[in-house]
């Protein structure tokens, strides 16, 4: 797709569907005379003719009446119509956002018009490409934007928010500030060579390195959290078949999503459920029970649980409260140790236990195991508690740290720490100021890779081709 500036564009920026209104936006340099022409202020009875008076309109003020077909004088529809000049808009453009009545007819009928005017329909994401083009924001805070729409969670939405601030950009920028400044010094050495220069230059690199790779490693370690608040945490509820795994998969969920039953193998498949837990997206999955059986249909099952088990970010693995502990229990427990598995151990059927059983059960476990029931929905709150701890990584900061949630700039990171790595180890063997100097700068350009800088059309096509159409 051919994405010129040149251009006016158009498209609807509210979902598509029944709703009270339907927000379209037009953003470019016609955008006001296109207006202009098609909308006239006022009701029917006393309405102007179109003519000039979008043009006339102060900025970031609103006007009520009629978009009319230019082509035939036909009505199509009683709207809002908000202006906005450049450069305070959101594409840094003139733009106007024409609010009409919602529903898909009303809304595809007044672009039908404003496209007949010469305006071009908007790709994916182009407005807020053209926001990154006119340097209003940059590539990071444009992926914020993306970010927001699409996260399911409050946690999520507040990560975004801080990215979209431009915080993590920052804190990019102030690490790029450091290397330039040890670069340019390098290069006044490399210009005029005099005693000891190399060695001064190589030892203040080493300290600025130092607190450059330090500042990297905390973004990086954020990154599981911060993917969590994008993606999910894949949590897998497992255990000996009976124990009320899918009954508590069903509390987890707040509805009857997984088939209960009281014979022993009813879930065969993996079922899941995307929930959010305290404002923290998480993706459970139901498991088959893990028992040695003949049955064909029921092994698949197990196989997939075991399969489940090799994704998982967080295990709840359920005993039963009622039912001495056998050696399925056992080897479940062994697997899950011996994989490093973060693990939350539950009695279920609290309601109904045994006494001895509950003894069993917290001799053969490595921790004492949260008691719930399932059945009656006892200690399911303790248990949520539970799994946004572990899933926050124990960390009480979260919510204001910035956390690096974005594959890419994780990426990037990962290739800048490299550089730097690589920059360490040329000093360490007394490489001279050029060499280091370049990698350096490799380091450096890694780093704006993550702000935008540099950023081909193929890599700014795939980005935005992920954004909605009208945003
Ligand atoms: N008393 C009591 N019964 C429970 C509790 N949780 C589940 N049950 C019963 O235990 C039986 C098995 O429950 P499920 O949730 O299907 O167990 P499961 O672990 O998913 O079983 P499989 O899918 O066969 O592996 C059902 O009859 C449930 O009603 C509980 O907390 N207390
Ligand atoms: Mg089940």
């Not at 994008?230 to 998969?249: C, Q, Y």
Request: glycine residues 8%.
């Amino acid at each position: 797709m051919d994405y010129s500036m040149n251009d006016t564009i158009a498209a609807l920026s509210t979902a598509v569907g029944d709703a009270g209104i339907a927000i379209i936006r037009i953003s470019g340099p016609v955008a006001f005379s296109v207006a202009d022409r098609l909308f006239a202020p006022g009701w029917k009875e006393h309405r102007k003719k179109p003519g000039t008076h979008v043009s006339e309109m102060a900025s970031h003020t609103v006007a009520h009446g009629l978009v009319a077909d230019p082509a035939n004088g036909r009505i199509v529809d009683e709207v809002l119509l908000l202006k906005m000049t450049s450069p305070k808009t959101y594409t840094c453009e003139d733009v106007v956002e024409i609010h009409c009545h919602g529903g898909r007819i009303v809304a595809a009928e007044v672009l039908r018009v404003i496209f007949a005017q010469g305006v071009r329909p908007a790709g994916p994401g182009e407005f807020t490409r053209r926001a990154f083009l006119n340097g209003r924001i940059d590539l990071a805070e444009a992926e914020a934007v993306m970010d927001l729409i699409q996260s399911n969670t409050a946690r999520g939405v507040r990560a975004a928010l801080e990215q979209l601030d431009g915080r993590l950009s920052e804190r990019i920028t102030v690490m790029r500030e450091r290397l330039v400044r040890l670069i340019g010094q390098m290069e006044v050495n490399l210009d005029y060579p005099e005693h000891d220069a190399e060695e001064v230059s190589h030892f203040m690199a080493t300290s600025v390195l130092c607190t450059v790779r330090e500042e990297m490693r905390l973004l990086l370690e954020s990154y599981g959290q911060g993917r969590i608040l994008r993606e999910g945490l894949t949590l897998v509820i497992a255990g000996r078949p009976n124990a009320g795994k899918s009954s508590l998969m069903n509390r987890l969920a707040g509805h009857d999503r997984s088939i209960v039953a009281k014979n022993p193998g009813t879930t065969r498949d993996v079922v899941e459920s995307f929930v959010n837990l305290r404002g923290l997206p998480v993706r459970l999955l139901d498991t088959a029970g893990l028992r040695e059986t003949s049955d064909a249909v029921e092994l698949m099952g197990v196989a997939r649980t075991l399969d489940a088990l090799e994704r998982a970010e967080l295990v709840v693995a359920v005993f039963d409260g009622t039912e001495m502990p056998g050696p399925e229990d056992v080897k479940l427990m062994e697997r899950l140790k011996k994989a490093g598995m973060q693990s939350i151990y539950v009695m279920n059927k609290a309601d109904a236990s045994d006494p001895v059983v509950e003894k069993a059960l917290r001799g053969m476990l490595p921790e004492m195991p949260m008691t719930v029931s399932a059945l009656l929905g006892t200690g399911i709150d303790a248990l949520v508690d539970r799994i946004s701890e572990v899933a926050a990584g124990n960390r009480t900061d979260s919510d204001h740290a910035l956390l690096l949630t974005n594959e890419r700039h994780r990426q990037l990171l990962e290739m800048a720490d490299s550089a730097l790595m690589g920059t360490e180890n040329a000093i360490r063997e007394g490489m001279t100021l050029d060499v280091t100097a370049f990698l350096l700068r490799d380091a450096w350009s890694l780093l704006g890779g993550i702000v935008g800088e540099g950023a081909t059309e193929d890599l700014l096509d795939s980005i935005f081709a992920r954004f909605c159409l009208g945003k």
